[in-house]
């Protein structure tokens, strides 16, 4: 009887941990979101408002704008690392010492902190001394002098490259352990049935793949919606607010207009995408370790 | 319909010579297994025939083109994998009708032509099913379906029967041999399964250590096997091979003295003969304490030791003695007795007796 409840106590210290630093301050922002509190003016959160935190979003241009700039970011991001993942892939999968190798120095991208990768595109893109804007003005001399982060389009073009290149490494690590397990002879029987490189590709391989393309797929889509070093150390969210993620208007909202409860309403309207998504990509896990066992 | 040529194939891995200057024609229609043990370069060789493996050197005709450089999709061959290269993702059907939709033919077409094959593999009622939900053996038909389907010039088929059990492997075995029978096209079949060659082939190649050591039909390989190895490695249970000595026509060994046998050849030798071609007599050339019985129902195989060579023979199924008691072989009137060069193996003389 001791030893049962002795179980409990030793869980005690963890749980205590776990509140404090997890599920009380998910508890007060959830709160905080129903609530006014100007923190320039307040020390602590004022009276119930119900829902008007959320419906101020809906007309929030900013907010929407915000929103939008997120959709593109994820929709091109996701697509771009997928697509290159798998083709890194499927041109890495080969045994041999150059293969070995570039699989290797593969994962430095992946081990760079996003806050630096930010800083160095922003001088690497610089139009007077950037290595890659100069790069591309010397070898496309139309492309000499554009003004990479100033343009709308194209700093937020520039914001999904960082992240892509941040992001495909790793996501091509996956595809190679899912092509792995494409068994082999499949390959070699396609090949005996007549079918073309690119028709083994389409038929056989990516089939039996869309199980852990998927999985990446969604993996990259839960980082993309966070998406925030970057956009402070690469664009601060401009030119203007075109590059303004969900996270980085949520942080601005919070600590530099200091208005706690819309930022906590927009907070939590992202966790519910986040959720949404992570349990979307749950259940898949669940099904494919089924269909493993299976 | 056309015969296959390997000339002087060579396949090199590196510094690995894992198949060493070969020469085979196949013969149009025929049935040719590969047989060896593992390693021995049979599936490396029905690889390259593939078009799977690069030729390190040689070459591959079939008929009078020289298909080297040709894809394996340009060489109109068809394989069946050993575990079956099925596409899982697929129906049965669709697994079944893949080579014709590769080929341009319309769905229907290959619908029709799917159905009419699957029925020849007994698969009719399984065409919307997919492979994980078929057994080994409906699966092994789907892959043989799948191989017949384009009357392909020639058949390859890599050790297609391994993952069956055994009782299936029979079943599968007499299916296969039909089918070959029904639909006449040259087959190349690798396996290192001395049963399934013998009852196969039309022509048996044994290979050890990359080299055909042996290329002939079963009846001749089963009663003038060119060396120790084939004598070894074809019949089961497998044929005695008794080291000793031969002098003026006496081949002599430890618990055994043949006499009359050819006066030729002297010095040291290999004497085999097979446990059928022995009967256990009341006295005989052989004798020693029984080792072990086996009783296999149609017969009882009985082990003789003699100073550790052991010697089996088969007799009646009703034989009863106790291990250790004294017991003597003799050959059968029809026996067949091999003479080994003690040396290299290769077979010196066969004999009658």
Redesign the interface.
């Known amino acids: 009887m001791r030893d049962r409840s002795l179980q409990y106590y030793l869980l005690v210290p963890a749980f205590m941990i776990v509140v404090a630093t997890t599920i009380y301050p998910l508890a007060y922002s959830f709160i905080t979101a129903f609530r006014d509190w100007d923190l320039s003016k307040q020390r602590r959160p004022q009276g119930f408002v119900g829902a008007d935190n959320f419906t101020q979003a809906l007309s929030d241009a900013n907010f929407l704008s915000t929103a939008w700039v997120t959709a593109i970011f994820v929709v091109v991001s996701v697509a771009l690392t997928v697509v290159l993942a798998m083709g890194l892939a499927l041109l890495l999968r080969r045994r041999g010492p150059l293969h070995d190798f570039t699989r290797i120095i593969l994962i430095l991208p992946f081990a760079m902190s996003p806050a630096l990768i930010g800083v160095s595109y922003r001088f690497m893109f610089n139009p007077e001394y950037g290595v890659i804007a100069k790069g591309l003005g010397q070898v496309f001399p139309p492309l000499a002098g554009i003004p990479w982060l100033a343009d709308p389009h194209l700093a937020l073009g520039v914001l999904i490259a960082t992240d892509v290149w941040h992001w495909t490494p790793y996501m091509t690590f996956m595809c190679l352990g899912g092509l792995a397990s494409v068994?082999r002879?499949?390959e070699?029987?396609?090949?005996?049935?007549?079918?073309?490189s690119l028709?083994i590709l389409w038929?056989?391989i990516l089939?039996?793949m869309t199980g852990v393309l998927v999985v990446v797929a969604v993996l990259k889509t839960i980082f993309a919606l966070k998406m925030f070093d970057q956009v402070v150390t690469l664009t601060g969210g401009g030119p203007g607010v075109a590059t303004e993620t969900l996270a980085f208007y949520v942080y601005k909202v919070g600590f530099k207009w200091f208005d706690m409860g819309y930022a906590s309403a927009l907070a939590w309207v992202l966790t519910a995408i986040l959720m949404a998504v992570s349990a979307g990509y749950v259940r898949m896990l669940l099904k494919e370790r089924k269909m493993a066992t299976? | 319909m056309a015969d296959i040529r390997l000339v002087d194939i060579v396949k090199k891995y590196g510094d690995f010579l894992a198949v060493p200057r070969q020469n085979l024609t196949i013969e149009d229609g025929e049935f040719l297994v590969l047989l060896g043990p593992s390693g021995c370069g049979k599936t490396t060789t029905m690889r390259m025939i593939a078009g799977l493996e690069d030729i390190t050197e040689g070459q591959i005709f079939v008929g009078d083109t020289c298909v080297n450089d040709l894809p394996p999709k340009d060489r109109d061959i068809a394989m069946v994998f050993q575990n079956y290269g099925l596409y899982p993702h697929m129906t049965v059907g669709d697994n079944i009708a893949y080579p014709l939709k590769l080929r341009g033919m319309s769905r229907a077409e290959r619908r029709e032509q799917a159905r009419i094959t699957a029925e020849k593999v007994e698969l009719g009622p399984y065409l919307n099913r997919r492979p994980a939900e078929l057994s080994g053996g409906q699966r092994q038909r789907v892959a043989l379906a799948r191989a017949i389907i384009r009357r392909p010039k020639l058949f390859l088929m890599d050790e297609p029967l391994s993952n069956l059990d055994a009782k299936l492997r029979v079943t599968m075995r007499a299916e296969l041999k039909h089918l070959h029978h029904e639909l006449g096209i040259t087959t190349v079949y690798v396996t290192h399964d001395q049963t399934e060659a013998m009852t196969l082939a039309s022509r048996i190649a044994i290979l050890n250590h990359g080299r055909i050591v042996q290329l002939d039909t079963p009846e001749r390989i089963y009663s003038e096997p060119a060396d120790i190895f084939v004598a070894g490695f074809i019949g089961n249970p497998a044929m005695n091979l008794i080291a000793g000595e031969i002098r003026g026509g006496v081949f002599e060994a430890p618990a055994v003295r043949i006499p009359g046998l050819d006066a030729g050849p002297s010095g040291p030798v290999v004497l085999g003969v097979r446990p059928e071609h022995l009967r256990i007599a009341e006295t005989g050339p052989i004798a020693g304490p029984i080792f072990a019985n086996e009783l296999l129902g149609d017969s009882t195989l009985v082990t003789l030791r003699q100073r550790g060579t052991h010697i089996c023979a088969r007799g009646p199924a009703d034989f009863r003695r106790e291990l250790d008691q004294p017991v003597s072989f003799a050959p059968t009137p029809d026996a067949r007795l091999h003479l080994f060069d003690a040396e290299n193996g290769n077979r010196i003389a066969t004999q009658s007796f």
């Open positions: 068994p002879a499949t070699e029987a396609a090949r005996m049935d007549g079918a073309s028709r038929d056989v089939p039996q299976a």
